[in-house]
């Protein structure tokens, strides 16, 4: 029993010890990276007693002891006032205690004693960073950037945060004369858009078109910055010019259909139209834009309507669908009620489309799709009064008198500043009292919807 005992408390004591050595040699790194960041700044020929204080004071900022590491080290300063390894340990431990101002003036004393020291430096950017002082920060990074190149584009960066727009675009000219990268060129057109910079846009831009080296994105930008000039035609040619480089890309084709319709162009239109549509690469709501201005242009030119058809088979968009399902509604009984069918299938849940179609339910009497559908709408936007007004409509053509004029009730809370629908709300009152027999309040309600009329 004994000898078990004493093997437990040896394999306990191995663990102990393997822990402790491992504490002990992370402790050890710590204390040789930092030792070695002071070997470069030379403590110079120093008592025992200077030494001991100093690397104890290493020793207590890596356990982050910081205040009794600022006493050794200001022990450390009666011995060697003009050390800059002493003063730069002081403000890195001041900068740790969140004291700004004695932490700046240790680390401008360092920077003053051995000036363009890259570790100085960067503590006092991080300073300056947390203290939200751009022009210090920035001449800070200038003097880093001399140092060592690394610091470059972040002081790029940094001109494009602070509106040095100018400032930017020349460091990036020097950085790109060795070959472009691209966060450079992101960077670059950020600071071209918000610096509202188009000719230097434009300048740029056309460089690269005339040695093939645009991307996709270039000609995006440059179309953008034609058009920001006010230079319709280059724009169009820009875009043409992208399609014929990139004959496989749909995106061209998102400014061409906008510019051929623009020209009366329609064929040409309807055909870089198709192209979207039919992309893989373009996103639901480029094709839905498209698709609504071709709506838009059909609406008062029916002779395209055909074209219309075909591009919503492309691309079923509900909110179109939606409103050719209202378009026919008057002409066409057989294809609006197609349409009709169409939406229902595509579950619609936006706003618009909802609205629209508790507008076409209503007009082709299909009272209880009406009413399924103001239901769906009222649970998702259980605060607009369309719906309420719309359900009761369904309601009263139902003979549900009681439960329009509640549907209605509800409806009123939340109508604001609109005398329009809120006199719509009475006369809906007042056919539900007239179902109830009521024409005390069917009168009322009569009147309050022909004063708001007014």
Not at 153 to 164: C, G, P, T, V, W
Not at 319 to 326: G, H, N, Q
Request: aromatic residues 10%; glycine residues 2%.
């Amino acid at each position: 029993m004994s000898i078990f005992i004493i093997t437990i408390v040896l394999v306990k004591s191995k663990f102990i010890m393997k822990q402790t050595l491992y504490i002990f040699t992370i402790l050890l790194s710590l204390l040789t990276i930092q030792a070695q960041e002071v070997r470069e700044d030379d403590l110079g020929d120093v008592s025992d007693e200077f030494q001991t204080a100093f690397f104890e004071a290493i020793k207590q900022k890596g356990i982050e002891n910081y205040d009794k590491a600022i006493d050794l080290l200001e022990k450390c300063n009666r011995e060697q006032p003009n050390s800059a390894a002493i003063n730069f340990e002081l403000g890195k431990n001041y900068y740790e205690l969140d004291k700004l101002q004695l932490a700046e003036n240790a680390l401008r004393k360092a920077n003053s004693l051995k000036p363009n020291n890259q570790w100085i430096l960067e503590t006092l950017y991080h300073l300056y960073r947390s203290q939200k002082n751009a022009p210090k920060a920035i001449e800070t990074l200038e003097n880093l950037n001399q140092v060592h190149p690394k610091y470059a584009i972040e002081l790029a960066q940094f001109y494009y945060k602070n509106q040095q727009h100018d400032n930017a675009l020349v460091l990036l000219d020097k950085l790109d004369a060795k070959g472009t990268n691209r966060s450079r060129e992101q960077l670059r057109h950020l600071i071209y858009l918000h610096g509202r910079k188009f000719n230097e846009q434009t300048k740029y831009i056309e460089q690269k078109t005339s040695t093939n080296t645009a991307t996709e994105a270039d000609y995006v930008k440059l179309i953008y910055a034609y058009s920001k000039l006010k230079n319709q035609q280059k724009s169009f040619n820009t875009a043409k010019l992208f399609s014929k480089t990139y004959p496989e890309s749909d995106i061209p084709h998102l400014s061409l259909y906008k510019f051929y319709m623009t020209d009366n162009a329609i064929e040409k239109a309807v055909e870089s139209m198709n192209r979207v549509l039919k992309s893989s690469s373009l996103n639901d709501s480029d094709k839905s834009r498209v698709l609504n201005d071709f709506f838009s242009f059909t609406k008062k030119n029916t002779n395209y309507l055909s074209q219309l058809e075909d591009a919503t088979e492309l691309y079923p968009d509900v909110s179109v669908i939606s409103k050719m399902a209202l378009l026919y509604s008057s002409t066409n009984n057989e294809k609006a009620t197609e349409y009709i069918s169409s939406i229902t299938k595509n579950k619609a849940t936006s706003f618009d489309d909802l609205k629209l179609l508790g507008t076409i339910f209503l007009k082709e009497n299909r009272i209880e799709d009406a009413l399924k559908n103001s239901e769906k709408a009222l649970s998702l936007f259980p605060a607009q009064p369309i719906f309420y007004l719309q359900q009761a409509k369904a309601q009263n053509k139902k003979n549900q008198a009681k439960s329009a004029i509640e549907s209605l009730e509800f409806g009123l809370d939340y109508l604001i500043d609109n005398p329009t629908m809120e006199a719509d709300f009475y006369t809906e009152m007042a056919k539900g009292y007239e179902i109830l027999k009521d024409s005390k309040n069917q009168e009322k309600y009569l009147q309050k919807a022909k004063k708001l009329s007014k």
